[in-house]
């Protein structure tokens, strides 16, 4: 299949998935999972009625395909990463314990493990995960002549936490560092700002950050990088971890 094929089948798997709605989010494997890591959109943002990240789905049975080709029926929460023009382009799954309850162990050692992007060319795409001040969509800020600071992560769970704690910022989760500095700067953007995990500061990962920045910058917004005053990550933050 070619890569726009590919494409349009990683999102019509999302569409086939659960979407999450105030009434269907409380309890789900999704609200679990995500309470499991300290994030509570129920009364961070169902209560509050502000708007549940539309980009999460649900999918009460998924297959996980192993390495050795075994098929194993799990839940997964499935994210759509979208393009620069919005439109779907790929998906990334969290598969999870049948209960909910956490990350689902799986079999296979981690070089073997299934991508959990998929398909190939998703590079410049992220998870939309809140649109900030106003509600705003960043093609509908473009068209209002609207521009708002921007916060970009790694990981879902880490965007969560800080949609919970900045929920005037737009927040993107990129799905590796590699991808941060590929992250589409729309018109919309008026800053950048980087929230490093902790361990980025060894050896490559910090080296991958170093470049990530510099190609963040060459599109004359200020970018900034903040990292946890404890734990990993804003996700360990908010959990009260420490390392």
Same mark, same amino acid.
């Given at each position: 299949?070619?890569?726009?094929?590919?494409?349009?089948?990683?999102?019509?798997?999302?569409?086939?998935?659960q979407?999450?709605?105030?009434?269907?989010?409380p309890?789900?494997?999704?609200?679990?999972?995500?309470?499991?890591?300290?994030?509570d959109?129920?009364?961070?943002?169902? @209560?509050? *009625? #502000?708007p +549940?990240? &539309?980009? /999460?789905?649900?999918?009460?049975?998924?297959?996980?395909?192993?390495?050795?080709g075994?098929?194993?029926?799990?839940?997964?929460?499935i994210?759509?990463?979208?393009?620069?023009?919005?439109?779907?382009?790929?998906?990334?799954?969290?598969?999870?314990?049948?209960?909910?309850?956490?990350?689902?162990?799986?079999?296979d050692?981690?070089?073997?493990?299934p991508?959990?992007?998929?398909?190939?060319?998703?590079?410049?795409?992220?998870i939309?995960?809140?649109?900030?001040?106003?509600?705003?969509?960043?093609?509908? @800020?473009? *068209? #209002?002549g +609207?521009? &708002?600071? /921007?916060?970009?992560?790694e990981?879902?769970?880490?965007?969560?936490?800080?949609?919970?704690?900045?929920?005037?910022?737009?927040?993107?989760?990129?799905?590796?560092?590699?991808n941060?500095?590929?992250?589409?700067v729309?018109p919309?953007?008026?800053?950048?700002?980087?929230?490093?995990?902790?361990?980025w500061?060894?050896?490559?990962?910090?080296?991958a950050?170093?470049?990530?920045?510099?190609?963040l910058?060459?599109?004359?917004?200020?970018?900034?990088?903040?990292?946890s005053?404890?734990?990993k990550?804003?996700?360990d933050?908010?959990?009260?971890?420490?390392?």
């Amino acid at each position: 299949m070619t890569r726009a094929k590919n494409a349009k089948s990683a999102f019509s798997m999302w569409l086939k998935a659960q979407e999450l709605s105030p009434a269907t989010f409380p309890d789900s494997l999704v609200d679990r999972y995500l309470k499991s890591r300290a994030i509570d959109l129920v009364a961070g943002l169902i @209560a509050k *009625k #502000r708007p +549940l990240p &539309g980009a /999460l789905r649900l999918f009460a049975s998924h297959d996980y395909v192993a390495h050795d080709g075994e098929l194993i029926d799990l839940p997964c929460m499935i994210a759509l990463m979208s393009g620069p023009d919005g439109k779907g382009r790929a998906v990334h799954r969290t598969w999870l314990q049948p209960d909910g309850s956490g990350k689902a162990v799986l079999p296979d050692p981690k070089e073997n493990k299934p991508r959990k992007i998929w398909p190939a060319g998703w590079q410049g795409s992220v998870i939309r995960i809140a649109k900030g001040a106003g509600n705003h969509s960043p093609e509908e @800020a473009t *068209k #209002r002549g +609207l521009q &708002g600071p /921007l916060i970009v992560t790694e990981g879902i769970e880490d965007a969560l936490a800080c949609a919970l704690a900045m929920p005037d910022r737009r927040v993107w989760a990129a799905g590796t560092l590699g991808n941060i500095g590929l992250v589409p700067v729309l018109p919309c953007v008026s800053s950048i700002t980087v929230c490093a995990d902790n361990d980025w500061g060894k050896g490559q990962a910090e080296a991958a950050l170093d470049t990530a920045i510099a190609a963040l910058r060459k599109h004359g917004k200020p970018v900034y990088v903040a990292r946890s005053p404890r734990g990993k990550d804003m996700n360990d933050l908010l959990k009260g971890e420490i390392i």
